[in-house]
C-alpha cells in the first residue's frame, strides 16, 4: 500500500499507479479492508463513483463499524443519489466516532430527507464487541486427549482443519458485526472507552464435543433476557456446530446484564451464520426494550 499511498500523494497525483497499487494489495488478501477504503477514495478522485460505492461497501462488508469506510460509502452513495444508502451509512460512521461524518449531517439534511428516527440512532446505545473469547474451548480441547495424546496434537489434528475453525471464527465474529451495525437500536464502535456496553461471545465448544455439566455453565451473579438457558444442554452437534454464550457487560456497573445461550448447527454456512446472528441482535433488542418500560 506504500506504493499506492505515495502515488495519490505526488504532486501531481498519479491516480491511474495508486489504483493499480491497490488492486495489487486486493489481489494479495482479499479481506484486506484498507485497501478497498483507499481504492475507493482514489476511484472518487478519479470520477468513478459507482466504482468508489461499490468499493467502500466491499470495506464496509469486511469490517462492519469502521468510520472511514462507512463516510466513504455515505459521501458516494449520496453522488449517485441513493440517499437511503447514504444516510445509513452516514449514520453508521457517526457512531462509530467520526467527527468528520457528524460535519456532513446538515449538509445531507439540505438535500436529501433524514430518516424519521435519524436522532434516535444517533443516541442509540454503543457496543463494543470484544474479540471472541475462547478460552473455555482451547481448554477443553487441551484436555481431551485419545491414548494420551491432546486432539490438538499435530499428529491427530487437521491443519486445514485448524485454519478452517480459524476462518469459520473471523465470519462468526464479522457476522455479528454486521447484525450490530444494521440494527437501530445499537450502534458498533470500534473501542470500549466509547461504548455503554460490551459484547463477548465465548465459545465453548465446536464439534458437539461439549461435556455435560462442563464448559455450558454460567457464571454467578448474571442476569437478563436469555439466562433461562443458562443450563440448558446444547442441542446441535457436528462437525462445524458451535456451542457457547453471548453476554453483555454493562461498562458503568461492570455488571453481565445480558446472557444467551448460543447454539449454531455449522458455523461454515455463512447464510446461517448471517440468520443466526441477525436474531440473537433481536433478542437483545428485544431485552433493551423491555428494559425501558
Known amino acids: 500500500m506504500q506504493r499506492a499511498e505515495a502515488a495519490a500523494a505526488a504532486n501531481p497525483p498519479d491516480f491511474q499507479t495508486a489504483l493499480l497499487e491497490a488492486n495489487k494489495a486486493i489481489e494479495a488478501d482479499e479481506r484486506f ?13 478519479m470520477g468513478r463513483s459507482p466504482e468508489a460505492l461499490e468499493s467502500f461497501l466491499r470495506a464496509t462488508s469486511l469490517n462492519p463499524g469502521q468510520a472511514a469506510a ?8 449520496y453522488n449517485e443519489q441513493q440517499y437511503e444508502l447514504a444516510w445509513a451509512n452516514l449514520v453508521q460512521a457517526i457512531q462509530a466516532g467520526d467527527e468528520q461524518a457528524a460535519g456532513l449531517v446538515q449538509a445531507m439534511i439540505a438535500s436529501a430527507p433524514p430518516p424519521p428516527d435519524l436522532d434516535d440512532q444517533l443516541n442509540a446505545a454503543r457496543i463494543f464487541l470484544a474479540p471472541l473469547d475462547t478460552g473455555l474451548y482451547d481448554s477443553a480441547a487441551d484436555l481431551r486427549t485419545m491414548g494420551g495424546v491432546s486432539r490438538r496434537d499435530p499428529r491427530l489434528m487437521n491443519q486445514t482443519a485448524a485454519s478452517d475453525t480459524d476462518v469459520d471464527f473471523y465470519e462468526l465474529a464479522r457476522q455479528m458485526r454486521l447484525a450490530l451495525v444494521t440494527s437501530r437500536l445499537f450502534g458498533l464502535v470500534p473501542r470500549e472507552d466509547m461504548a455503554g456496553y460490551s459484547m463477548t461471545i465465548e ?3 465446536v464439534g458437539g464435543n461439549v461435556t455435560a455439566g462442563g464448559s455450558t455453565s454460567m457464571s454467578a451473579g448474571e442476569s437478563g433476557m436469555g439466562n433461562q438457558q443458562a443450563n440448558a444442554t446444547p442441542r446441535r452437534s457436528g462437525p462445524r456446530s458451535v456451542n457457547g454464550y453471548i453476554k453483555l457487560r454493562d461498562l458503568q456497573t461492570n455488571d453481565v446484564v445480558y446472557s444467551r445461550l448460543l447454539d449454531l448447527a455449522n458455523m461454515s454456512a455463512i447464510a446461517d451464520l448471517h440468520a443466526d446472528m441477525t436474531r440473537h441482535v433481536e433478542f437483545i433488542e428485544a431485552w433493551v426494550m423491555e428494559e425501558k418500560r
Open 33 to 45: 479492508w484498507p485497501a478497498y477504503v483507499f481504492r475507493g477514495l482514489v476511484l472518487g478522485q
Open 70 to 77: 462507512h463516510r466513504g460509502a455515505a459521501i458516494a452513495a
Open 203 to 205: 465459545i465453548h465448544d
